[in-house]
């Protein structure tokens, strides 16, 4: 069974930084697409950034030069470099990716800025 497993999310100060990883693992032929979304509470679920095989990361504006997204397809894991981080990216964040032709999530992981 495929599955998305994510870490690295916690509290911290505005200003700083967090990583997040999402590793996914079973039986893997294909990922065609990793990405990360957040919503925050009373708000839909929104994109933050996400990265097509050979493509070019797309981002949200309200992350531009402040989050970057990076895969390892080696380890089949995506990263989201945080900086900067603002009170108002505070927000479960949660893993997709498109992995043999099918969409799944992970669990998603809390992320808190205090101001």
């Known amino acids: 069974q495929v599955q998305l497993v994510e870490s690295g999310g916690g509290l911290v100060q505005a200003g700083g930084s967090l990583r997040l990883s999402c590793a996914a693992s079973?039986?893997?032929?294909?990922?065609?697409?990793m990405g990360w979304y957040r919503q925050a509470p009373g708000k839909q679920r929104e994109l933050v950034a996400g990265?097509?095989?050979?493509?070019?990361?797309n981002y949200a504006d309200s992350v531009k030069c402040r989050f970057t997204i990076s895969r390892d397809n080696v380890k089949n894991t995506v990263y989201l470099q945080m900086n900067r981080l603002k009170p108002e990216d505070t927000a479960v964040y949660y893993c997709?990716?498109?992995?043999?032709?099918?969409?799944?999530w992970g669990q998603g992981t809390q992320v808190t800025v205090s101001s």
């Open positions: 990265i097509i095989n050979g493509g070019i990361p």
């Open positions: 997709k990716s498109v992995m043999n032709d099918e969409s799944y």
């Open positions: 079973g039986t893997i032929c294909s990922i065609n697409y």
